[in-house]
Each structure stands twice: as C-alpha cells, then as structure tokens.
C-alpha cells in the first residue's frame, strides 16, 4: 500500500509540483491550500508525512504545525516545512512545534524525494 503524504501550500503551481515528483516515487498525495484547510482534511486517515509551506494566509504552516500535534492520530507525523524562509529564527520556531526537517525553495524534486524517505518509515 502506498504510502499517503500531505502537501500545504498556498501556491497551487508549486503543489503541483511537489506532487508529480511524489506520484511519480509511487506516494499518494492530498493537498491543501493553506493550514485551516489542512487541519479540516485531516478526519482521521493515515498520513504519512506531511510537507508544509510557512508563509500562507488563513493559517500559516508552524500555527498548522502547532495544532496537528495536538490531534491524537498525527501528534507523531513527521512534518518537513519547505519554504522560502532561510532565518534561524523560523528553523528555530518550526523545530520548536515540531517540524523534522526544512528545505529551502528553490529546491530541487531529488533533495526533497531524499528528505521524504528519511522520514517514512517503510
């Protein structure tokens, strides 16, 4: 069975992006456009990891971050925020609720496909 991961993120283009280079590693995928849409999507199903904008409106990603580990069922998911915020101080905050990892955007699909299978447990 494959393995489900959710994609946040508020711009539909990069989404998409990020999807194909999962599909095409054999993950399923969800998305939302934002952290309040995430949280609403989240009812209960297996997710696997979950890879998270920072910078979105509605909810942005570490708030999102903050309130998925107070859900029972995905208090352990891992999260990898990828985004363009480089600073110490959001790596610091994103550790702090519970991000496993950060990727800067630009970014290239190999080095995030690479972040994603240290986290899945097979």
Do not use: H
């Amino acid at each position: 069975m494959a393995k489900t991961i959710m994609i946040i993120d508020d711009s539909a283009s990069l989404r998409q992006v990020v999807a194909i280079a999962l599909k095409g590693a054999g993950y399923d995928v969800i998305e939302a456009g934002d952290g309040r849409d995430a949280l609403n999507k989240l009812t209960g199903q297996k997710i696997n990891l979950i890879i998270c904008d920072v910078n979105m409106p509605n909810m942005d990603g570490i708030t999102f971050v903050k309130e998925m580990k107070m859900l029972a069922n995905y208090k352990f998911t891992p999260v990898i925020m990828l985004t363009t915020e480089g600073s110490e101080e959001k790596k610091s905050a994103g550790q702090a609720a519970g991000a496993r990892a950060w990727v800067v955007k630009p970014f290239r699909p190999e080095q995030m496909l690479s972040a994603v299978s240290k986290l899945i447990l097979p």
